[in-house]
């Protein structure tokens, strides 16, 4: 019961966002990016965003990072107005952007030194590096790091602030098949254990569907949003099974009906 | 260090030739001056064959030594080619300036003669190379700091850049020592004045490079660096100067040949001390022993800083090991 008050003021709320960019051959004209987007992800939920490449899905992540701010609607957590970045919001991109100048226990605890508060939290630093299984790596640099292994150090320099939300952008992107569903169950067994609110962006349906509570589907130009899908599968799910595919089957279709309506 | 378990194997002893390769060399060439010398003028050579005994009993006892040390044998197996062909440039010389006279005395001495002029004139040489040392880290630090603090705000700060911008791009391609003139009427003392210009010489490249990696610096850090909660100081001494290090390098590595070049000519003209003096007095008194036995020992001087330097950056840059080449 302690658990939900902490949790309900980490649910996101979007509410009628609207962002455009100006259009880099014609500087008066601004391209609309996303047309009034409007979700809500409860908290310790995990949601994934799908939809055509270009339909604003990693713009609604930034905003939700308060890297950029919308121009109209209001972006929520908990009942904080968001106004810009915070560590409250972790961020990993589908590059694992590793400070390379850093070490991998470097670059965990670069949080912890950002905030100011390395001396009393030091502690959590090996926690965190076992959590993702690299403490044998601790005074490795990125570079010699595998793709895997480098987005795993970047998972945990996101969670080493405890934040309340976790945004995801492509993070199993690069990485090749086998190395993405190790990682997919990574990233459960995290998000499970430490019940962080979740926004997956992701190109992959199949890791959509294996992941999330419930999935956003969105159209393009501008950004919209289509369509929510519960997935009520229990997990670990099975990535052949008949309901699994057939929620693959809408989503695809769902996916393709998109595509055309925008072209 | 044991050769057993090393990955490649590694064979107990360098072939024969390769450990004869420097003791027969310096036979070669001492052998070539002897023939010289006999129809030469006599010149005091003692200093010379002293120097190609202890080359070859340096090398009989490295020779022996590299059947212990791996290590020493690895070294040696990198570094013995290149002595050897110094070794016998040396004999080169000696046959085209003293054998052949290809090239007009006074001004092409032979090598034993450089020699000699670079023991009796030791002390000199060695206050020289002192003064220069001193003039040459005093303006180098100098312009490297003054060079970085702006690079760094002229990188970050976009109104500075406004501003900084147009008169780096306007000062810094002039030669700083067009400046001397105006150096030496300036400024109370020429050593201070000769400081002044190296440091504007370090100062150009060193800002130039460093604002530009500070400004290129990889947005993506920039953002994933927020979202970890990170304020504007953590941004700058954290991500974008760490980010320029290889930059900055770039502008330190090019600083210091201006500032060699500039402590050369302000030595000669103004300050009356260093090597860059000491060259054009031996000149003046036709001394062109003395000449090139400066000139060597600035070789030696300005190659160790050289790589003094090249060892900060291989500390400073491990985080790129393998990933860079230059």
């Known amino acids: 019961m302690v658990m939900t008050t902490v949790t309900e003021a980490s649910g996101v709320r979007v ?32 949601v994934s965003l799908v939809g055509p490449s270009g339909c604003g899905k990693s713009t609604l992540l930034r905003l939700v990072a308060g890297l950029d701010l919308p121009d109209s609607g209001d972006l929520l957590v908990g009942k904080e107005k968001i106004v810009g970045p915070s560590a409250e919001r972790g961020l990993v991109f589908q590059d694992p952007n590793l400070f390379p100048w850093l070490t991998v226990r470097g670059n965990i605890e670069a949080g912890l030194v950002a905030r100011g508060v390395l001396r009393e939290k030091r502690n959590e630093v090996g926690e965190f590096m076992r959590l993702v299984g690299l403490e044998a790596f601790a005074n490795a640099y990125p570079h010699h790091l595998s793709g895997g292994m480098a987005q795993r150090v970047a998972l945990a320099r996101a969670l080493i602030n405890h934040p309340k939300v ?98 | 260090m044991n050769a057993n378990t090393a990955p490649t194997p590694d064979p107990p002893s360098l072939p024969w030739w390769m450990q004869l390769a420097v003791p027969g060399a310096s036979l070669i060439t001492f052998g070539t001056h002897l023939l010289i010398a006999q129809k030469a003028p006599p010149v005091e050579t003692r200093s010379y064959m002293l120097l190609f005994w202890e080359i070859i009993v340096v090398s009989i006892v490295l020779a022996i030594a590299q059947r212990f040390r791996p290590a020493l044998r690895k070294w040696m197996r990198h570094m013995w080619p290149i002595f050897t062909a110094a070794i016998l440039l040396l004999g080169v010389w000696d046959v085209i300036t003293v054998g052949l006279h290809l090239l007009p005395l006074p001004y092409f001495p032979g090598p034993a003669a450089v020699l000699r002029n670079l023991i009796s ?62 150096a030496m009427v300036v400024s109370p003392s020429a050593i201070m004045s000769s400081a002044g210009l190296i440091a504007l010489a370090v100062w150009f490249p060193v800002t130039m490079l460093t604002a530009s990696g500070i400004s290129n610096t990889r947005a993506s850090y920039l ?50 001390s260093g090597l860059g003096w000491y060259v054009s007095w031996a000149q003046g008194w036709a001394e062109y022993g003395k000449v090139f036995a ?28 393998g990933t860079i080449k230059w």
Request: proline share 5%; glycine share 8%; net charge positive.
């Open chain 1, 15 to 46: 509410r009628d966002i609207c962002k455009s960019f100006p259009v880099p051959d014609a500087p008066a004209t601004r391209r609309m990016a996303l047309g009034g987007i409007s979700f809500s992800i409860a908290a310790a939920e995990l």
């Open chain 2, 223 to 272: 953002d994933v660096a927020r979202t970890l909660g990170a304020r504007r100081l953590y941004l700058i001494f954290r991500v974008a100067i760490p980010a320029a290090v290889p930059n900055i390098f770039i502008g330190l590595f090019m600083g210091l040949g201006a500032s060699f070049l500039t402590l050369v000519v302000a030595e000669s003209v103004g300050v009356k």
């Open chain 2, 294 to 321: 400066a000139i060597i020992i600035m070789a030696a001087f300005f190659s160790t800083v050289m790589t003094l330097l090249f060892k900060l950056r291989d500390r400073v840059l491990v985080w790129q090991k």
């Open chain 1, 166 to 263: 976790l945004l995801l952008d492509e993070p199993l992107g690069a990485l090749d098949a086998f190395t993405r569903m190790r990682m997919q169950d990574e990233v459960l067994r995290l998000w499970e254990n430490r019940r962080t609110t979740m926004l997956l962006v992701t190109h992959d349906i199949d890791e959509a569907i294996y992941m999330s509570d419930r999935i956003v589907i969105m159209t393009q130009a501008p950004g919209r949003i289509d369509r929510e899908i519960d997935i009520d599968l229990p997990r670990p799910r099975d990535r052949t099974g008949d309901s699994f595919l057939r929620f693959r089957g809408e989503i695809l279709e769902h996916l393709h009906f998109a595509g055309k309506a925008a072209a």
């Open chain 2, 121 to 182: 004139d030791r002390e000199l040489l060695f206050d020289s190379t002192w003064h220069s040392l001193v003039l040459l880290l005093s303006g180098y630090i100098l312009g490297v700091i003054v060079g970085l603090v702006s690079g760094v705000c002229i990188g970050w700060s976009s109104s500075v850049r406004y501003w900084g911008m147009p008169l780096l791009k306007v000062l810094g391609p002039i030669p700083a020592t067009a400046w001397i003139p105006i």
